[in-house]
């Protein structure tokens, strides 16, 4: 297997998937994480990411989330007419099933820590990685301005690691009454959360291909994220 490159699953409803794929090229046991695509696909920003973490010693593997209705979608952050399609076709069944493809990758390798997996996702990833945390055995999850998560509170109660949060103050599409639907349902269940939001940061802070990119919230976020896996995973 090539340790940078895109692999091909089957999914559990037949389905074939990409997996982008970036290990450490060193022989070695490794904490592995699951990185969810924004809403415009597995861009080049996320592969990034996944090549960011892969540096920091984890094994990383990122599944395209709208294979069923396209291949390797891929799309300008100022066209959501394009991905729209794609992002509607989604199901929460058909996202679990990623999810779970994935991970059974993960616990195939030789080379992965299999009890040390976890998630980190941006945008739409930032639900997915909170579904993630919930139907997965993950040690960790991470979601950078999950939109839509208040619509997954039924699942809190499910969530295996500790969840951290990020979240734009400057967001004007996940308001504050969203956030804190999201975060009193975890704390309602007695789970283990952080909570951070960044007063000056819009959505989609993390990501240097957007206008509303943030650098000192996207640094100190990093910093954050990175402490948050290796007390967790390492």
């Known amino acids: 297997m090539n340790n940078h490159a895109f692999n091909t699953l089957q999914v559990a409803d037949g389905s074939p998937m990409e997996l982008y794929v970036a290990f450490p090229e060193e022989k070695g046991n490794y904490p592995a994480l699951i990185v969810l695509q924004e809403g415009f696909g597995l861009t080049q920003h996320i592969r990034n990411v996944a090549e960011r973490l892969c540096k920091e010693g984890y094994a990383v593997v990122s599944p395209e989330l709208y294979h069923r209705t396209g291949h390797r979608v891929e799309a300008a952050y100022d ?23 994935a991970y059974d990758f993960l616990q195939q390798q030789d080379n992965v820590i299999k ?25 960790a999850a991470v979601s950078y301005y999950g939109g839509g998560i208040e619509q997954l509170t039924d699942e809190a109660p499910n969530l295996h690691g500790a969840h951290l949060f990020y979240w734009g103050g400057l967001d004007k599409h996940i308001t504050p009454d969203k956030i804190d639907t999201v975060v009193d349902a975890v704390r309602n269940t007695g789970k283990d959360y952080t909570n951070v939001v960044i007063s000056y940061a819009d959505h989609g802070f993390n990501c240097d291909d957007r206008q509303s990119y943030h650098p000192l919230a996207a640094k100190e976020a990093w910093a954050h994220t990175l402490s948050f896996f290796k007390n967790r995973l390492t």
Not at 83 to 97: D, F, N, S
Not at 121 to 137: E, I
């Open 79 to 101: 066209d959501f007419p394009s991905v729209m399609p794609h992002y509607q076709a989604i199901t929460k069944e058909g996202l679990t099933a990623d999810l779970k493809a």
């Open 115 to 139: 009890d040390k997996v976890g998630s980190i996702g941006f945008c739409l990833g930032g639900r997915v990685s909170f579904l993630a945390n919930a139907v997965l055995p993950l040690s």
